[in-house]
């Protein structure tokens, strides 16, 4: 039987940059529509860039999209900045609060955008972090089906005591706005280890074995405690690599997480 009825139109690849998700002018994100989205399957990954909360842009992490986009066609990818701790102003957890804003303004768009509710976070170093820390902290506006992190601090006060060189304790000072003897309920409160529950969602973890800025020590706490807690994890360690790496290494981390997020996020 010939179906009368009209069909949809299947939506068109759409890209819109620097939309405003807050009324600062560094709270903007990209936005990479798929062609043939829907509400039902549209997977929506959250890209959250690095810079020790104090530096950084979305653009860094504009090159990880077309990867991103043939890898996983289909998904919508949001690519986002957030306001940065200056030593005198945006001190943490505006970092943290701009993640929340940013989602819950997708969120809200979820009709206009015509994505579903399967949301995935991804950070790099200080990106990381923040994707883990909303990750686990949050249910709603949604809540989060998978994490991708590439050497995110999961320990804020490890981070101060234990730094890998000594710029790390000024720069957490910086953020933070103090240390941990005088400031420990932020540091507490920053910390992705202390909200890990049985049901904190799926983690794939990244990191180098020569790391100067976030110690590969903060990933094999993540890796323990979630394993502990029962929540499927995968820790992916790269001896030889630092703070970031490229080439061979890089297309193996792309390998790894599509395979995790492929098997995780239904």
Same mark, same amino acid.
């Not at 939506?11 to 807050?22: A, Q, S």
């Not at 062609?35 to 690095?50: D, E, F, P, Q």
């Not at 490890?158 to 003897?181: C, E, F, K, R, S």
């Given at each position: 039987?010939?179906?009368?009825?009209?069909?949809?139109?299947?939506?068109?690849?759409?890209?819109?940059?620097?939309?405003?998700?807050?009324?600062?002018?560094?709270?903007?994100?990209?936005?990479?529509?798929?062609?043939?989205?829907?509400?039902?399957?549209?997977?929506?990954?959250?890209?959250?860039?690095?810079?020790?909360?104090?530096?950084?842009?979305?653009?860094?992490?504009?090159?990880?999209?077309?990867?991103?986009?043939?890898?996983?066609?289909?998904?919508?990818?949001?690519?986002?900045?957030?306001?940065?701790?200056?030593?005198?102003?945006?001190?943490?957890?505006?970092?943290?609060?701009?993640?929340?804003?940013?989602?819950?303004?997708?969120?809200?768009?979820?009709?206009?955008?015509?994505?579903?509710?399967?949301?995935?976070?991804?950070?790099?170093?200080?990106?990381? /972090?923040?994707?883990?820390? /909303?990750?686990?902290?949050?249910?709603?506006?949604?809540?989060?089906?998978?994490?991708?992190?590439?050497?995110?601090?999961?320990?804020?006060?490890?981070?101060?005591?234990?730094?890998?060189?000594?710029?790390?304790?000024?720069?957490?000072?910086?953020?933070?706005?103090?240390?941990?003897?005088?400031?420990?309920?932020?540091?507490?409160?920053?910390?992705?280890?202390?909200?890990?529950?049985?049901?904190?969602?799926?983690?794939?973890?990244?990191?180098?074995?020569?790391?100067?800025?976030?110690?590969?020590?903060?990933?094999?706490?993540?890796?323990?405690?979630?394993?502990?807690?029962?929540?499927?994890?995968?820790?992916?360690?790269?001896?030889?690599?630092? /703070?970031?790496?490229?080439?061979?290494?890089?297309?193996?981390?792309?390998?790894?997480?599509?395979?995790?997020?492929?098997?995780?996020?239904?």
């Amino acid at each position: 039987m010939v179906n009368d009825f009209p069909q949809p139109a299947s939506l068109p690849e759409k890209t819109e940059m620097n939309v405003p998700y807050g009324s600062d002018g560094a709270q903007k994100m990209d936005i990479y529509l798929p062609a043939g989205r829907t509400m039902a399957n549209t997977k929506v990954m959250i890209l959250i860039h690095g810079g020790g909360w104090s530096q950084g842009d979305k653009s860094e992490l504009t090159p990880y999209v077309d990867t991103l986009k043939k890898r996983m066609p289909g998904w919508a990818i949001f690519n986002i900045n957030y306001r940065l701790a200056t030593g005198s102003a945006n001190f943490f957890p505006a970092q943290e609060n701009d993640v929340k804003a940013a989602i819950d303004f997708i969120y809200g768009k979820r009709t206009d955008y015509v994505i579903s509710d399967k949301y995935v976070l991804v950070g790099t170093s200080a990106g990381g /972090h923040l994707a883990l820390l /909303h990750a686990y902290k949050n249910t709603t506006p949604v809540k989060i089906k998978a994490v991708v992190d590439f050497f995110g601090p999961t320990d804020m006060a490890d981070m101060y005591n234990n730094p890998p060189n000594p710029l790390v304790g000024l720069l957490m000072i910086q953020v933070t706005g103090g240390i941990p003897a005088t400031h420990p309920t932020i540091y507490s409160q920053a910390t992705p280890l202390n909200y890990i529950t049985a049901q904190t969602p799926p983690t794939i973890i990244l990191h180098g074995g020569v790391d100067i800025v976030v110690s590969f020590n903060q990933s094999v706490a993540l890796k323990n405690k979630l394993t502990t807690f029962g929540v499927v994890n995968q820790y992916v360690f790269y001896p030889t690599e630092n /703070h970031g790496w490229v080439g061979a290494n890089l297309t193996d981390s792309f390998d790894k997480i599509t395979a995790f997020l492929n098997a995780n996020v239904n």
